[in-house]
């Protein structure tokens, strides 16, 4: 994988609305993907990752991510955001062989009330 | 305790001080990482460890040193650091213990050390 690009710094949205975080990747290989969030002063946990299968992948905590081959996405989707939803959210990438995550610069979920 | 621990949560050091970070998972793990976290930018790998073997060094200046006693136990050595190094340094740790398939592996972070170098 040579990038991710997560298009949005910031996303903000009103408390129950729907949200969509975007992630776009560049790599000549397969891929695996992976959301990761981090809430306010706290280490990174894992929401969901894609290795195989079915391309609709369902997280922790009402998330999901829909991988796009043909895109190079892996956008991360929530029907309804709740307060305790606020967090960075950040998409990876990785190769089979190689212990290294490609990162991309984050996006911070900010809930309104 | 369970899962990963990191100590000091802050530390504020001089230029010419030198310091150390530690790093403790509780989880059976094999593989352990140091990434550098700063703001609006994507996470840099430092290190990477495997059975105590160093796998990864991703062209860190030599001011960083790390040290893998154990397959528990990860340490950040800190000497002569910069300003510009000031940041989130987290640890991490993955059940990998070969190097095949080691891209599928969900990595457990710690808490950071938020590093204020003067």
């Known amino acids: 994988a040579q990038s991710v690009t997560q298009l949005d710094s910031q996303v903000p949205v009103f408390e129950e609305a729907p949200v969509e975080l975007r992630c776009n990747y560049s790599s000549s290989v397969s891929v695996y993907l992976f959301w990761y969030v981090q809430y306010p002063n706290q280490g990174l946990q894992l929401l969901l990752k894609?290795?195989?299968?079915s391309t609709l992948v369902k997280g922790i905590n009402g998330f999901e991510a829909e991988f796009n081959k043909s895109q190079t996405s892996f956008h991360l989707r929530k029907p309804s955001v709740h307060i305790s939803d606020t967090a960075e959210y950040f998409c990876a990438v990785s190769e089979n062989s190689n212990y290294q995550l490609i990162w991309g610069a984050g996006t911070k979920l900010i809930i309104k009330p | 305790e369970t899962g990963v621990t990191q100590t000091p949560r802050h530390l504020v050091m001089g230029m010419t001080n030198k310091k150390s970070l530690k790093c403790e998972q509780h989880l059976g793990h094999n593989a352990m990482y140091w990434y550098k976290q700063s703001a609006k930018k994507p996470l840099e790998l430092m290190f990477v460890?495997?059975?105590?073997?160093?796998?990864e060094n991703n062209s860190v200046p030599s001011r960083f040193s790390p040290e893998c006693p154990n397959s528990s136990h990860l340490f950040l050595h800190l000497h002569t650091l910069q300003p510009e190094d000031s940041a989130l340094y987290l640890c991490a740790s993955s059940t990998t213990g070969t190097s095949g398939g080691a891209g599928t592996d969900t990595q457990y972070f710690g808490p950071g050390t938020r590093l204020t170098v003067l």
């Open positions: 460890y495997n059975f105590k073997e160093q796998t």
């Open positions: 894609y290795l195989s299968g």
